[in-house]
Structure formats: structure tokens, C-alpha cells
T-cell receptor, first 114, second 112 residues
Framework: EAGVAQSPRYKIIEKRQSVAFWCNPI?????LYWYQQILGQGPKLLIQ????????DSQLPKDRFSAERLKGVDSTLKIQPAKLEDSAVYLC????????????FGSGTQLSVL | GESVGLHLPTLSVQEGDNSIINCAYS??????FIWYKQESGKGPQFIID?????DKRQGQRVTVLLNKTVKHLSLQIAATQPGDSAVYFC???????????FGTGTRLKVLA
């Protein structure tokens, strides 16, 4: 079974630039998550989708972050404009949702904002 | 190179010894708990979970203990191996919400 795919693997940008991350969850997984993991900390939930609808985006900085999951499969997370404090690993995870609570994570995108 | 865990609490154990990693959770309403292992440059990987109607659950070489009275969770790894070296996170959630809060993590170093 293929895992959660994320790209790019690494990204370096300057502050005030924009950046986008892509995630392809495990086939059939209804729930998709974006987490931010700052160095030395645990992952922090940014947004949770159930199919193509947003379940929770309470911790998403909506003035600069946006995310979408068109057609309930792939998802993109965008930051515009980026700030220095956005430097982190952005993890995508998916789960079956309604019958299992186990999350499967991708390897993440490591973002450095200079 | 390292992508996580540079400033995390560290537990160093000798290869073959047992490891115990502790976690305090915050939400009294949480009734589902998970342990994840994260190796450098990778996403967290599921190890074992436990629901609040249990005090203990065993897997292969791992055991999770839950003490709801003091909101404490522990992960025991038997006969620790070099491949167990990683950062370990506990996560808490409420069943049915599919939303989880992760702890800060503990780095496990296995000494040969």
C-alpha cells in the first residue's frame, strides 16, 4: 500500500515570498490533516479535512495560510506571505476517518524562511 | 541531518535494557491516546494506542500504561535495540473527533 506522498521535500524561500505544499493521502482515506512541526516540538494541527470539507481550521493563521482539498483527494497548503517563524516541517497525514483513528504521516516538507 | 528533537528531553539506555518514556496529558476529556515514533527526516509512525477504558495494552516489545487519575501515559520498550533510537511523541484525543494533540516528545538514544 502506498503511503502519504508529499512534495517538495525541502523548500528554501525568503520572507514575504509565497510557497505551496502538496499532499496525496492514502487512497480511500477520508480524513486529511496538515500539521506544522517546529524544531524541537510536537506536531501542531493546522487544518483537518473530512473529504473536501473543512472540519477544523481554528489554528490556521488565515491571514497568510490557506489550504484546499478539491475533489476530496489531494490537498495543497499555501503560505503567502511567509514569515521567518513559518520555518518548520509541514506534515500531511491521513486516516480512514470513520472506522479508524490511526493517522498515517508523510515525510513532510521542510521549509526554511530566510 | 536532524529535523526534529534538538532540544528535547533525552533518555539514554543501554542496548538490551528496557526503556520507559513518560507523558503527561492535559485534557480530562481525552479518551484515546497514541504513541508515535519519529526518526530523523521522517514523519511520525504509529506504535500503539490505548483507550481510556483500559489501563494497559501490549504490543510487540511495547507496552502502554495509562493512569487517568494523574493524567499520565507511559511507553515501555522491552530489550531496546539501536533501531529504537528516535523521538517519541504521545498524542491525546477525543474519540470520534479524529483530532489529536501531540506532546513535546522525548528523544531515545540507545547506547551500544
Amino acid at each position: 500500500e502506498a503511503g502519504v506522498a508529499q512534495s517538495p521535500r525541502y523548500k528554501i524561500i525568503e520572507k514575504r515570498q509565497s510557497v505551496a505544499f502538496w499532499c496525496n493521502p492514502i487512497s480511500g482515506h477520508a480524513t486529511l490533516y496538515w500539521y506544522q512541526q517546529i524544531l524541537g516540538q510536537g506536531p501542531k494541527l493546522l487544518i483537518q479535512f473530512q473529504n473536501n470539507g473543512v472540519v477544523d481550521d481554528s489554528q490556521l493563521p488565515k491571514d497568510r495560510f490557506s489550504a484546499e482539498r478539491l475533489k476530496g483527494v489531494d490537498s495543497t497548503l499555501k503560505i503567502q506571505p511567509a514569515k521567518l517563524e513559518d520555518s518548520a516541517v509541514y506534515l500531511c497525514a491521513s486516516s480512514v476517518g470513520h472506522s479508524s483513528e490511526k493517522l498515517f504521516f508523510g515525510s513532510g516538507t521542510q521549509l526554511s524562511v530566510l | 541531518g536532524e529535523s526534529v528533537g534538538l532540544h528535547l528531553p533525552t533518555l539514554s539506555v543501554q542496548e538490551g535494557d528496557n526503556s520507559i518514556i513518560n507523558c503527561a496529558y492535559s485534557n480530562s476529556a481525552s479518551d484515546y491516546f497514541i504513541w508515535y515514533k519519529q526518526e530523523s527526516g521522517k514523519g511520525p509512525q504509529f506504535i500503539i494506542d490505548i483507550r481510556s477504558n483500559m489501563d494497559k495494552r501490549q504490543g510487540q516489545r511495547v507496552t502502554v500504561l495509562l493512569n487517568k487519575t494523574v493524567k499520565h501515559l507511559s511507553l515501555q520498550i522491552a530489550a531496546t535495540q539501536p533501531g529504537d533510537s528516535a523521538v517519541y511523541f504521545c498524542a491525546e484525543g477525543v474519540s470520534g473527533t479524529y483530532k489529536y494533540i501531540f506532546g513535546t516528545g522525548t528523544r531515545l538514544k540507545v547506547l551500544a
